[in-house]
Nanobody, 125 residues
Framework: QVQLVESGGGLVQAGGSLRLSCTAS????????MGWFRQAPGKEHEFVAS????????YYADSMKGRFTISRDNAKNTVYLQMNSLKPDDTAVYYC??????????????????WGQGTQVTVSS
């Protein structure tokens, strides 16, 4: 089992940037595929991005491509989400998640096994 703690959320103006971090407990972080999801008020969980165990492969939702970058540092048990050119529609609670399989192409939250508590990102217009 792994515990996940997100940080880095906040209030930013449209066009600005934020970097989210998610730190995992335990020594098995490198064995998990990691993902970021978000949930806006009244909406379902939305897939943002995922990254393979080694960090060598990444996958993005179409609307995030070119603006968001997922990365990980296995030595620090941390996965990151760099978000640039933020829009008001990006406002949501952002969650990191871990799954025990190797497939990075799952985009439904049910495929992920462990979740953080979320961090709020608010983009003002």
């Amino acid at each position: 089992q792994v515990q996940l703690v997100e940080s880095g959320g906040g209030l930013v103006q449209a066009g600005g940037s934020l970097r989210l971090s998610c730190t995992a407990s335990g020594r098995t972080f490198r064995t998990y595929t990691m993902g970021w999801f978000r949930q806006a008020p009244g909406k379902e969980h939305e897939f943002v991005a995922s990254i393979s165990r080694s960090g060598g492969s990444t996958y993005y939702a179409d609307s995030m491509k070119g603006r968001f970058t997922i990365s990980r540092d296995n030595a620090k048990n941390t996965v990151y989400l760099q978000m640039n050119s933020l829009k008001p529609d990006d406002t949501a609670v952002y969650y990191c998640a871990a799954r025990e399989g190797t497939n990075i192409y799952y985009t439904t939250h049910q495929k992920y096994d462990f979740w953080g508590q979320g961090t709020q990102v608010t983009v003002s217009s």
